[in-house]
């Protein structure tokens, strides 16, 4: 924002609040109430204006509290923010950020959904979401610059952890820095196992690949960091040396994320030997913590999924 | 007026011949309407339009022959044939448009915003018909335009059908006019078929945008001519209805007025209307000469990156 005065932030409680999980605190008092804007809970408008603000040359970042909210605004997401550089042959962009919050804490079936395989489907978006503190920040940078809108979207679970206790990326700079959208992260090298994740199930991935170790399984850990675009000649040079591939997703199992990166693995003609997806199994999210384990990856059930993928059950 | 209703009129003969697919939204027998907007915008004002956008686009200075090679699905249109005619993007004029009912007034809701922040004088203007205004996008935006006393105007083209559901079927209040109070907005009808009646409208409404006395809705009542779409049976108007309707056709009667006050003869404007009707015919035939464009390039524009 100190860089480009044409960076903005609209949204509900990004003001004066400074977001419900803090990420704006402090902006609206540095940059005024013109360029961080607090709106009424109106998230068609929101999300048009920043056509409208777009289409005027600034470069928005939009703030969709929660991604479940994106039903009551994602027409002009879809058929406006998504198509309208395609629409105008070129001629007109659409450099906006839409940045909300995913993933599971509890909190039921309509505030903990991931949903980055539905923006992933529709054509023209990018779709972010990292996995530690170090990402967030430099992805931002890079979705704020970019010219093609960025859904980003951060894990709630993530968002109330303290940078000291993230086992990875912690280490954030002051000054300003990008991570590239687009080229995912090996946290972790391995032999017998290429597991595939992104966002809140990074860290849990990372733990079960390291009780894994102690079993003799060696666990490739890659942090995707996007889902468009899908970085799939690091995922492809992996499996090559793995020959098995576990995906990760928080978000829904059936056609999303998990059955693109095993299919586009097979257009490649990769030899595997082995695959297992491990996401929620096409339900909702549960209201009470005992049923929503169940059905949320977690270091248990990544566990198993490892120990199932590479024949040791 | 008469450019407008001739360009229309040349929509309309790509459509048996299906050089044009799809739904085509032509707005013949509201021309009145677009006119009275004309002249009172520069290019830094927004204009926000719907799938029924020709006209407005004409208002707005829009090209007529990218804006019909377009609409004729051509390489040479306005968005090279990735839009369609519901579609008209002309970001030096700040006009857009889209084919979702009420969407286009919170994309001139961020315009007038823009307005707020560059602190200059610009206006947004979105065209709606009667069936947008029931839409959540439009309380929305019109509640934030309020709020925020934005220079929002808001012209909605009453034509009394949201396609085949009468207003007065689908409407909790009688009038749109009479909503806007509790937006904090100015709110008038006007007689759409009279093109001084909308201009007056226009133009005092752009002058309290401008002041910033906030957004204005002007209702200007009006009549489809044809249906919603080209193809459309439109059995839920009476024959009745739609002969009486459409014998109240504001072309004529502004004719009538500028013969009337002595502005112009009827051989005059016969003359003119004659030179108009050879212009757009030359443009059309010249426009399908043009290529369509290349299936190739179908995967271009979806990043700009």
Redesign the interface.
């Known amino acids: 924002m100190e860089r480009d005065p044409q960076v903005?932030v609209i949204g509900e409680d990004v003001g004066g609040q400074g977001g419900v999980f803090g990420a704006t605190r402090g902006l609206q008092k540095k940059y005024g109430s013109?360029?961080v804007?607090d709106?009424?809970i109106?998230?068609?408008?929101i999300?048009?204006?920043?056509?409208?603000?777009?289409?005027?040359?600034?470069r928005?970042v939009l703030e969709i509290m929660f991604v479940d909210f994106i039903g009551?605004c994602l027409?002009?997401v879809y058929?406006?923010i998504a198509k309208?550089?395609?629409?105008?042959?070129?001629?007109?962009?659409m450099p906006i950020v839409i940045k909300t919050a995913g993933g599971c804490i509890g909190s039921g079936a309509q505030h903990s959904q991931c949903l980055w395989g539905l923006f992933a489907h529709l054509?023209?978006l990018?779709v972010v979401a990292p996995s530690n503190p170090y990402d967030a920040k430099g992805l931002m940078a890079s979705a704020v610059e970019?010219?093609?809108p960025v859904v980003f979207i951060e894990h709630k679970g993530l968002l109330l952890k303290r940078a000291e206790d993230f086992t990875f990326g912690s280490d954030v700079p002051a000054e300003r820095y990008t991570v590239p959208i687009g080229k995912a992260n090996v946290v972790r090298e391995g032999s017998d196992l290429t597991l595939v994740t992104l966002s809140g199930t990074v860290a849990p991935s990372v733990t079960a690949a390291e009780e894994a170790l102690k079993k003799g399984i060696s666990v490739e850990v890659i942090d995707l960091r996007s889902v468009v675009p899908l970085d799939m000649d690091t995922v492809a040079a992996s499996v090559k040396k793995t020959g098995k591939i576990l995906v990760v997703d928080e978000d829904y199992l059936s056609f999303g994320l998990s059955a693109e990166v095993v299919t586009r693995l097979l257009e490649r003609k990769i030899s595997i030997t082995s695959v297992k997806r491990l996401a929620v199994p096409d339900v909702p999210i549960p209201g009470a913590l005992s049923l929503e384990q169940e059905v949320v990856p977690n270091e248990r059930s990544i566990s198993a999924a490892i120990a199932e993928t590479v024949g040791k059950a | 007026m008469l450019w407008m209703r001739h360009f229309e009129l040349a929509c309309l003969e790509g459509v048996p011949t299906r050089e044009i697919h799809g739904e085509l939204h032509t707005g013949v027998g509201q021309e009145a309407i677009s006119a009275g907007m004309v002249g009172f915008l520069s290019k830094e004002d927004?204009m926000?339009s719907t799938h029924r956008n020709h006209m407005h686009a004409i208002a707005k200075g829009v090209d007529l022959r990218a804006m019909l090679a377009e609409i004729f699905e051509k390489s040479t249109?306005?968005?090279?044939?990735?839009?369609?005619h519901m579609?008209i993007?002309?970001?030096s004029l700040?006009f857009?448009a889209?084919?979702?009912v009420g969407?286009g007034?919170?994309?001139?809701?961020?315009?007038?915003?823009?307005a707020?922040?560059?602190g200059n004088q610009a206006v947004?203007v979105a065209v709606v018909g009667d069936g947008a205004v029931n839409t959540?996008?439009f309380h929305?935006?019109m509640?934030?335009a309020g709020?925020l006393s934005l220079p929002l105007v808001v012209v909605v083209e009453n034509n009394e059908w949201a396609i085949s559901v009468p207003f007065s079927a689908s409407s909790a209040t009688e009038t749109i006019a009479e909503r806007a109070p509790s937006w904090r907005a100015h709110g008038i009808r006007v007689n759409g078929l009279d093109v001084e009646e909308v201009a007056n409208a226009f133009e005092a409404a752009l002058a309290r945008a401008r002041s910033g006395k906030g957004p204005s809705i002007i209702e200007a009542m009006c009549y489809r001519f044809r249906g919603h779409f080209e193809g459309d049976a439109d059995m839920y108007r009476s024959k009745e209805e739609k002969e009486r309707r459409r014998s109240e056709d504001p072309l004529e009667r502004t004719k009538e007025t500028l013969v009337a006050r002595g502005l112009a003869t009827l051989e005059e404007l016969n003359e003119i209307e004659k030179s108009v009707v050879a212009s757009i015919s030359e443009m059309l035939a010249s426009v399908r000469k043009d290529p369509s464009p290349s299936g190739a390039d179908a995967t271009?524009?979806?990043?700009?990156?």
């Not at chain 1, 550089?85 to 007109?92: A, C, F, L, N, P």
């Not at chain 2, 249109?77 to 369609?84: E, L, P, Y």
């Not at chain 2, 271009?300 to 990156?305: I, L, N, W």
């Open positions: 903005l013109g360029r804007l709106t009424p109106s998230e068609s408008a999300t048009g204006m920043g056509v409208g603000l777009a289409l005027e040359g600034y928005p009551v027409d002009q058929n406006a309208n550089h395609y629409m105008s042959g070129g001629k007109v962009r054509p023209g990018k970019s010219d093609d | 927004a926000c249109g306005i968005c090279g044939g990735f839009g369609g579609h993007f002309d970001p700040k857009s889209t084919g979702i969407a007034v919170p994309v001139a809701l961020g315009h007038a915003y823009a707020r922040l560059k947004a959540g996008a929305e935006a509640n934030m709020a271009r524009y979806v990043f700009a990156e």
